[in-house]
């Protein structure tokens, strides 16, 4: 009979340690999230993707101005800059512009988006070590170190190059401008469509 005592006694001792161990781990658990949940809201999310779409857009400006500067010294050298082939090449370069638009929104979102997956990584990491260990405190130190890890300024990096080169073609759109699009063309010069020969080869295979 005193063995069975004991067992019991035993018995019940565990059950009373298992669940204070549950109740330390649930309430360290609710605290991790918590903690993770108030230094990364919604608004720091917001805050995070505006300042990437700002330097991302600050540095996609800086290269459209440049390679509009280009565009235009190039138009100016080649007689182009008051002609349908210049307003062409204008067409491009604010469409290209769109498009970067579109690319670097993505691009900030992408930052965004990995930042929440690696928030997301280190909460799961310290209520992991939580459960292993059963130790708040120790969980309330992890749980402020990650969130200091994660909580630094990503790194923006350079923005591709958007802008193709403007200015290709140039001396060929100057010669359809200068023709009139076949008012007054060579028979060397090749047609709009890309048909003819090149003034290299206008006389070959002729008679």
Partial sequence: MGGGKAARNEARRARQEEEARQKRVSEGTSLIRAQFAKNFDD???AKMLQQGK???GQNLE???KNSLKQLEAALWRSGLQ???AGDVKRGEASKQLADAKLNIASMAQNQV???KQDVANAEGQTISQLQASADPASAAAQTSEMIRLNNTDPSWGAIPQFFTDLTANMATMADRDRY???VNRPSWFPSLGGGGGSRYTRNVGTG
């Fill in 43 to 45: 608004p720091y999310y």
């Fill in 62 to 64: 800086h290269d459209y």
């Fill in 113 to 115: 988006n990995q930042r």
């Fill in 54 to 56: 700002d330097y991302y």
């Fill in 82 to 84: 008051s002609s349908g």
């Fill in 180 to 182: 009139g699009g076949g």
